[in-house]
């Protein structure tokens, strides 16, 4: 069974930064796009990046283009989202999420296997 744990959320001030990895065990990932979304309270889940199998490609939504950088490392089984520039309005549990194709999307259907979720704090 393919697991996935994230690491790296904690409470930093805003314009702070911040890096989140996940790692993949169980199972390869290197096949698959990796997505790294996030919850709010009361908010929908949402897509905040993706990389595609083997990181040619990458997608990001409108607030985390220029602020945030995801990555991997197909040789460790890793993902990483490195947040710079951080807002309290990205106060959010972050989850990691293995696709099911070979391209990121933003629609959470595409994605089989979750992480439990790291929680970012952003706040003075």
């Known amino acids: 069974q393919v697991q996935l744990e994230e690491s790296g959320g904690r409470l930093v001030q805003p314009g702070g930064s911040l890096r989140l990895s996940c790692a993949v065990s169980?199972?390869?990932?290197?096949?698959?796009?990796m997505g790294w979304f996030r919850q709010a309270p009361g908010l929908e889940r949402e897509i905040v990046a993706g990389i595609s199998s083997y990181g040619r490609r990458t997608y990001y939504v409108d607030f985390a283009e220029g602020r945030f950088t995801i990555s991997r490392d197909n040789a460790n089984d890793t993902v990483g989202l490195q947040m710079n520039s951080l807002k309290p309005e990205d106060t959010a549990v972050y989850y990691c999420?293995?696709?099911?194709?070979?391209?990121?999307?933003?629609?959470?259907?595409?994605?089989?296997?979750w992480g439990q979720g790291t929680q970012v704090t952003v706040s003075s």
């Open positions: 999420a293995r696709s099911t194709l070979d391209s990121p999307t933003k629609n959470l259907r595409d994605y089989d296997f």
């Open positions: 169980g199972g390869t990932s290197s096949s698959y796009a």
